[in-house]
């Protein structure tokens, strides 16, 4: 099993920057892709952005192109979402994902483990 660890969450205002991070333990060899997803309250889960360990490989949501990069650091088993120019509409719950198999995606369904969540909170 791998198991993912969301940290960074918080309180923000409106245009301001937030990092998260996504340390993954365990069987980390096993994993290929480790994903980004968000739930905001009344709605249903939605990607936000993914990476390959391997390459670097990187897809993000059209809502947060520009504005949010994923990174990862393979010596650590950690992956990052640097989130600037935050609205509103990014409050949500931040969900890490590992995918053990290869190709990129944006369905969650496919992702093998989920990590527990750190909220983030933009005011106006």
């Known amino acids: 099993q791998v198991q993912p660890v969301e940290s960074g969450g918080g309180l923000v205002q409106a245009g301001g920057s937030l990092k998260l991070s996504c340390a993954a333990s365990g069987r980390t060899f096993s994993s290929n892709v480790m994903g980004w997803f968000r739930q905001a309250p009344g709605k249903e889960r939605e990607f936000v952005a993914a990476?390959?360990?391997?390459?670097?490989?990187?897809r993000y949501a059209d809502s947060v192109k520009g504005r949010f990069t994923i990174s990862r650091d393979n010596a650590k088993n950690t992956v990052y979402l640097q989130m600037n120019s935050l609205k509103p509409e990014d409050t949500a719950v931040y969900y890490c994902?590992?995918?053990?198999?290869?190709?990129?995606?944006?369905?969650?369904?496919?992702?093998?483990?989920w990590g527990q969540g750190t909220q983030v909170t933009v005011s106006s």
């Open positions: 994902a590992v995918r053990q198999r290869f190709g990129i995606s944006q369905a969650g369904e496919i992702y093998d483990y």
């Open positions: 990476i390959t360990w391997r390459s670097g490989s990187t």
